[in-house]
């Protein structure tokens, strides 16, 4: 188990140096039930802070989905599983090897990364929402950069190209099985008529 400085190192790690920072949260060797359970958890955490960003903004131009923290948590845990499958079967698709595993506890990391950069976020929405969404676009390039390093590492491709392929192949895959999902979750949760 990491402590606190462990994981404040890896962060920054993460930051400057993604693939090693990969290399050794692979290494870690986590089992799959323990990481599917962390997955479910940092969803939870990044719909917590979602919730409270909602407090301070009109919610009523929004769908009911989005104004529904429950509802809302289950599809952000339904899209993170989407991700994980999307990323290794599309990597795959191209010639890519490596481990589900990996893939996963590697994507649990980035989105662990995101709760601390959202909450990071709601303070500054608080104090200045200018800076805020400057900070936000940068958050967003940030981990764009690290997923696309952490996919190269994961299914062991020969460069960051390979793993934009693969980022293109999952994301439609992810946009049909979030057809998928939103037909599970239901219509009349995300604000949509029943009867047209």
């Not at 662990?112 to 969404?133: D, K, R, W």
Request: proline share 3%; aromatic share 8%.
């Amino acid at each position: 188990m990491m402590n606190k400085d462990a994981l404040k190192a890896l962060a920054i790690e993460t930051v400057q140096s993604p693939r090693t920072a990969a290399q050794k949260i692979m290494g870690l060797n986590y089992s799959r039930d323990v990481m599917w359970s962390a997955l479910v958890l940092v969803a939870c955490l990044n719909s917590i802070i979602y919730s409270l960003t909602l407090l301070t903004v009109d919610t009523e131009a929004l769908p009911a989905l989005m104004r529904n923290p429950i509802m809302f948590f289950a599809l952000v845990t339904g899209l993170q599983v989407l991700t994980v499958h999307g990323f290794y079967w599309g990597g795959r698709m191209i010639g890519g090897q490596g481990d589900l595993g990996e893939m996963l506890s590697l994507m649990v990391w980035v989105q662990a990364l995101q709760a601390a950069a959202n909450a990071v976020l709601l303070v500054l929405l608080l104090i200045s929402p200018g800076i805020e969404q400057l900070l936000s676009f940068a958050v967003g390039i940030f981990g764009l950069w690290i997923t696309l390093n952490f996919i190269t590492e994961a299914l062991r491709l020969p460069s960051l190209w390979h793993a934009i392929g693969v980022l293109f192949i999952a994301t439609m895959g992810i946009a049909f099985g979030l057809v998928i999902l939103v037909s599970m979750i239901g219509l009349s949760a995300m604000g949509v008529p029943t009867n047209v």
